[in-house]
């Protein structure tokens, strides 16, 4: 008797991963991992300052969590790699997607100077959810604002590291 999970389509065999998906998630948890390793060392490098919160304030914590995220992806794709299944699926107009993205980032860096930090943040962050597939475009919007908004409040007025404010003040 064969065995028919060889067979049949993704969709009705339970497997989702294919095993690029599986080795491209494993190296980027490893290239995350370095680029904590290195933030960390730059933080802890960073000379003390007589302010209530140091230059390290920052650099630090995102370093660690860039260190937990890394490791927990390469731990997923560890995982995930015993049941992997070579394939060929890629999303649907994937390069259109990327292009998408950089198109974003460009008017991301060109809109920066003219609207402010928020409101650039906020529309580079619905743009990039919207183009991954968030399924819905008003709450991805919503969050996009949201983040952007605290975002600047803790940089520009808890810390005191000036953003760029558009014409609105923000």
């Known amino acids: 008797m064969s065995d028919v999970t060889e067979t ?3 969709e009705q065999t339970g497997v989702t991963d294919d095993r690029r998906t599986v080795l491209a998630t494993a190296l980027f948890g490893g290239l995350m991992l370095v680029a904590a ?5 730059d933080a802890v490098r960073l000379p003390e300052t007589s302010g209530i919160v140091g230059p390290a ?4 914590p995102v370093g660690v969590l860039l260190g937990a995220v890394g490791a927990a992806l390469l731990v997923r794709a560890r995982t995930q790699l015993r049941d992997a299944r070579p394939g060929s699926r890629r999303p649907a107009h994937g390069a259109l997607r990327v292009c998408g993205m950089v198109a974003a980032l460009v008017a991301f860096a060109l809109l920066l100077p003219v609207l402010g930090y928020v409101v650039s943040s906020a529309a580079l962050f619905a743009v ?4 991954l597939g968030a399924p819905r475009a008003p709450q991805a919007i919503a969050y996009g604002w949201a983040l952007a908004a605290l975002v600047f409040l803790v940089f520009d ?3 005191g590291l000036t953003l760029p404010t558009g014409p609105w003040g923000f």
Do not use: G, K, N
Not at 57 to 60: F, K, Y
């Open 128 to 131: 990039t959810a919207i183009l």
């Open 37 to 41: 390793v290195l933030v960390v060392v």
């Open 8 to 10: 049949l389509p993704v």
């Open 157 to 159: 007025r808890l810390i």
């Open 57 to 60: 304030a920052v650099p630090l």
